[in-house]
Every structure is written in structure tokens, then in C-alpha cells.
């Protein structure tokens, strides 16, 4: 079985270790911790797989910046053969608290304009997500400055432990099918 994990991000030095690009983060982690290859350049995308307990993952970090990742996403599903239902987008998430995951597998966009685009071009919203709270501690209008920021020095502490908790997540998403995977990662 294969699974597409489209993980979101801004491409650039510049939003590297930002708030938006927790996917990024979660994709380089679950990289290294198989020995994946190099993220290789493809179109909309750096690419590349590894394999689990007989599953391929992989991993996708769109290059076409957040808002326009529906483009990445409809690409790879389309040349892997790969169905909505086999992919999970790995995401920031504002309304959750720091390190918090929610897994779900369908729903609204929440707001989040990469979640927004998938869905636009998609046409459906019949995929799963890992939502990764990055809080919302930032004053009123001030929102894209936030999600563009580093994470904080307290929480630079726990990121590394929250990452591969995520990781962890995409991987109980293959093995385990969606619904078992959401009673383990959501748990309160």
C-alpha cells in the first residue's frame, strides 16, 4: 500500500524554521529517521519515499508556496495513483494549543488558505489531516506575522518531542487505517 504525505510549507531560507512550516519540519523528520533519500526536485514538489512495515510513504513538500498547495497535492495523487483517501496533509494549525495533533478525515479548511486550495482543486474535502497547533498567541490582525515566525524559545524545547509525535501519527495513519489512527493521535 502507498500513501501520499503532502506536508505544507513556504519554500526559502526565510520561513525555514517558522511556525508555517511544521509540515516541512514533520516531512525532514520522518525523512532522516528512515534514511529516506535526498528530497529530490519533481514538479510543484521536493520529493521522496521510504518504506514501513510494507507500506510506502511518501513524502511530498510543495514548492508552490502554501496557498497554492492544491497543486502539489492534485499533481502526486494523479502521477503515483495514489486516492484522496490515501493521503494526509500535514499542517499548522492556530486553534490548537502548542504541540497538540488532531487527525481528522474530512472537514472545513478551518480558515487555513493551503488547506482552502487543496480542497478548491481537489473538489472534495475527503482527505485526511494532522493538524499541528502552533497556538494563537499573537495580538488581534496580527496573524501572518505569527504563523511566519520562529517558534518560541520554550517551545523550541518541546519541538523536536512534538515532531516526532506527528511523525509518529502519519505512520499509525498507514498501518493502522484512519479511524484506529484518530483514537490513538486524538486522544485529550
Not at 73 to 92: P, S, Y
Not at 176 to 184: Q, S, T
Request: proline letters at 4%; aromatic letters at 10%.
Amino acid at each position: 500500500m502507498k500513501f501520499l504525505v503532502l506536508c505544507l510549507g513556504n519554500i526559502g531560507p526565510e520561513y525555514a524554521d517558522t511556525r508555517h512550516n511544521i509540515g516541512f519540519m514533520v516531512a525532514d523528520y520522518l525523512a532522516a529517521k528512515f534514511d529516506a533519500p535526498r528530497f529530490e526536485i519533481g514538479r510543484h514538489a521536493f520529493t521522496t519515499e521510504f518504506k514501513h512495515k510494507g507500506h510506502t510513504y511518501v513524502l511530498v513538500k510543495p514548492t508552490t508556496y502554501m496557498n497554492l498547495s492544491g497543486k502539489a497535492a492534485a499533481h502526486w495523487l494523479a502521477t503515483l495513483k495514489i486516492t484522496a483517501e490515501n493521503m494526509v496533509v500535514v499542517t499548522d494549525d492556530l486553534a490548537l494549543p502548542f504541540g497538540k495533533l488532531r487527525l481528522k478525515g474530512q472537514g472545513s479548511a478551518g480558515g487555513h488558505n493551503g488547506l482552502k486550495d487543496i480542497q478548491a482543486t481537489l473538489g472534495n474535502d475527503i482527505y485526511a489531516r494532522l493538524r499541528f497547533g502552533v497556538d494563537a498567541n499573537f495580538p488581534k490582525g496580527r496573524q501572518v506575522d505569527y504563523v511566519l515566525d520562529p517558534f518560541s524559545k520554550d517551545e523550541l524545547i518541546e519541538l523536536p518531542t512534538r515532531i516526532e509525535k506527528a511523525g509518529e501519527a502519519v505512520l499509525a495513519f498507514g498501518a493502522m487505517g484512519l479511524e484506529r489512527a484518530m483514537n490513538i493521535v486524538n486522544v485529550k
